[in-house]
């Protein structure tokens, strides 16, 4: 009885051994990470760092030879259009009576009245194109609410309304500034052909073209200055604009009126701006890898409120997104999933426990996820980062997070 025993007992040890050898040598499931794949809003995006600067900037300079008196404005005061005195310069060169001065002086006159009258004509072209571009803007709107129009159309619309907006703004600021450089003109004429004793008391008060602030002060302290020194500048700092320099690879798919978000300016509410130019000439750039590059600069103008990013200034540094191509209803999935399998795009589709190869067509990509055009549902799972361990078939156990 007691040999039977150890003879069960043994064929029962050799039993559990041959079984385990047996379970060890079966092929284990590999461990992968899965995704949904997804049907949602995608965006391609062009991002790249970007400056502000302030749209129109004006430097005032000295209409003719004096002695400027010192300036007491600094950077950051306000100014007034017509009413702030930037600088004043006093006679003190008798050379400000002789012809050659005189017949000038006339001349700049003469070149600072048809300025105005020049300036008078893109002001009133201006405003016929923004008459035309608001009442084409009406048009499609009632277009597209009866569904005669779509929604790219009214897009087109408010962007050139928008636009001959802003053009219609720099006519009425050029026009500004041609009558503000007559009346500096006319002020130097009757400064030149005063007498030696009213030349003593003549000072002339160059005031402020627009309303904003000082920008620079070029020319502080008292000296003799002659016509053209650039004495302050002035700009309205709400006025802004954004400067972002891309690879002239990704310049050729930005075009005018394309969404731009702003990110990384300080606080973490995002900003919206639109294209309005892409510039046509590129320029080469040494990246900090000390590659050369050639890239072109994009300009893109404001549509948030100056409210919401009042602490924004000139020359402040931001992250900008332009958006190259959207679309709301896009079937995507990781970009991480995607791998080549020969000359097609591939992934790896979960069916049950089981990884299956699958074939697919993709269209954009961003860098984070990729649009599948072809080979996929919204109802598949695919595995994320696959590995050299599997193949078609390979018996697999989803990671859980814990």
């Known amino acids: 009885m007691r040999k039977i025993l150890k003879w069960t007992l043994g064929l029962l040890i050799c039993v559990t051994l041959i079984a385990t050898i047996v379970v060890a040598m079966l092929p284990q499931p590999v461990p992968v990470d899965v995704a949904p794949v997804t049907v949602g809003s995608m965006q391609v995006t062009v991002d790249e760092e970007g400056r502000t600067r302030i749209r129109e900037r004006y430097v ?3 209409p003719l030879v004096g002695r400027l008196r ?10 007034r259009a017509d009413q702030t005195v930037l600088a004043v310069i006093e006679p003190t060169d008798p050379t400000l009576l002789d012809a050659r001065t005189l017949a000038e002086a006339e001349g700049r006159v003469r070149a600072a009245d048809a300025a105005v009258r020049q300036a008078g004509a893109t002001l009133e072209s201006a405003r016929a194109a923004y008459d035309l571009a608001e009442a084409e803007l009406g048009r499609i709107a009632s277009a597209f609410e009866q569904g005669a129009a779509n929604t790219s159309e009214m897009d087109r619309a408010r962007t050139e309304e928008r636009q001959t907006i802003e053009a219609y703004r720099a006519a009425q600021f050029g026009q500004e500034i041609a009558e503000y450089e007559l009346e500096v003109a006319r002020s130097a004429l009757l400064f030149a052909k005063g007498g030696a004793d009213e030349l003593q008391s003549v000072r002339m008060p160059l005031t402020s073209p627009i309303d904003g602030a000082v920008l620079r002060v070029f020319q502080e302290s008292v000296s003799v ?13 709400q006025d802004l604009e954004i400067v972002i320099d891309v690879l002239s690879t990704d310049g050729v798919n930005i075009e005018p009126g394309q969404h731009v978000i702003i990110e990384q300016w300080g606080k973490p509410e995002p900003l919206e701006a639109v294209v309005r130019l892409v510039e046509p000439s590129a320029f080469t750039k040494i990246s900090a890898l000390g590659i050369e590059e050639q890239r072109v600069n ?12 009042a602490s924004l200034g000139d020359g402040f540094r931001v992250e900008a997104s332009v958006v190259v191509w959207e679309q709301a209803e896009a079937l995507q999935v990781p970009s991480s999933a995607v791998f080549r399998d020969g000359e097609r795009w591939a992934v790896f589709l979960i069916e049950g426990d089981t990884a299956r190869l699958r074939s697919i067509e993709i269209g954009r990509q961003n860098g984070r996820i990729s649009q599948v055009l072809s080979g996929l549902a919204d109802t598949d799972h695919v595995v994320l980062h696959p590995s050299d361990q599997l193949s078609d078939g390979t018996n697999t156990s989803i990671r859980v997070d814990n």
């Open 60 to 62: 005032v300079s000295s």
């Open 70 to 79: 010192r300036i007491t404005l600094h950077a950051g005061d306000r100014v």
């Open 225 to 237: 200055v002659t016509p053209g020194t650039p004495l302050i500048e002035v700009g309205d700092p």
């Open 298 to 309: 994009v300009i893109a103008d404001f549509v948030t409120p100056p409210t919401e990013r």
